[in-house]
């Protein structure tokens, strides 16, 4: 089954700071999600990747996926609080005839105002 | 767009007694997921809905845990009887039908307890 390793699991800066938040997968990505969670609520999707290469922007978050497609990357250009949360990153699989998503642990985010 | 609702948002109970959840899809949405959440853990799929029928249960412990969705829309998950373990949050997420990519929108969660 494909695993996904999420590094760092927690994150503090200071508000207006670049970060990193990085996704590594033990099989070959076919589709690769972001999704941001805040306490008590539901997953927000915020990007999905499928081409090795790929980069996409909202606002202020960039996502990208590797060209060998093992590993994807979600940085945020000058942080807010509002960026605050758990990002999960998602990795589309599938399992006979289903198509799921398995879930990285996730990272915890901070950031100080 | 109304999005995944979810209900009841939070529930205490104690061991051994029974719960259930309730999931409403976005109108239009064939594929429905329950997902468990343990703190500090990524979402881990239970079951998977396709209009009404199972696609995988694969990772529903069924000595206590169902799971149906009546008439390919609304869903309900039960636990009975619920164990300390069972403790997280129950999330239900919908998706569009299509292939090769469908995105899940999630909804609220219902953040179950066990004492």
């Known amino acids: 089954s494909q695993e996904l390793e999420q590094s760092p699991q927690s994150l503090i800066v200071q508000e207006g700071k670049n970060l990193t938040i990085n996704c590594t997968s033990s099989k070959t990505l076919y589709g690769l999600y972001w999704y941001k969670q805040k306490y008590g609520e539901g997953l927000i999707f915020l990007m999905m990747l499928q081409k090795g290469g790929e980069e996409k922007s909202h606002e202020k978050i960039t996502a990208k996926l590797d060209e060998k497609k093992q590993q994807s990357s979600l940085h945020i250009t000058a942080s807010q609080p509002s960026h605050a949360g758990i990002y999960l990153c998602?990795?589309?699989?599938?399992?006979?005839?289903?198509?799921?998503?398995?879930f990285g642990s996730g990272t915890q985010l901070t950031v100080l105002p | 767009e109304a999005g995944v609702a979810q209900s009841p948002r939070y529930k205490i109970i104690e061991k051994r007694q029974s719960v259930a959840f309730w999931c409403n899809p976005i109108?239009?949405?064939?594929?429905l997921y329950w997902y468990q959440q343990i703190l500090g853990q990524g979402p881990k799929l239970l079951i998977q809905f396709q209009n009404n029928g199972v696609v995988d249960d694969s990772q529903l412990p069924k000595d206590r845990f169902s799971a149906e969705r009546l008439k390919g829309v609304d869903s309900t998950l039960k636990i009975q009887p619920a164990k300390l373990e069972d403790s997280a949050v129950y999330l239900c997420?919908?998706?569009?039908?299509?292939?090769?990519?469908?995105?899940?929108?999630f909804g609220p969660g219902t953040r179950l307890t066990v004492l």
């Open positions: 997420a919908s998706s569009p039908p299509g292939l090769p990519v469908d995105t899940q929108y």
């Open positions: 998602g990795a589309d699989a599938v399992s006979g005839s289903a198509r799921q998503l398995t």
């Open positions: 109108s239009g949405h064939a594929t």
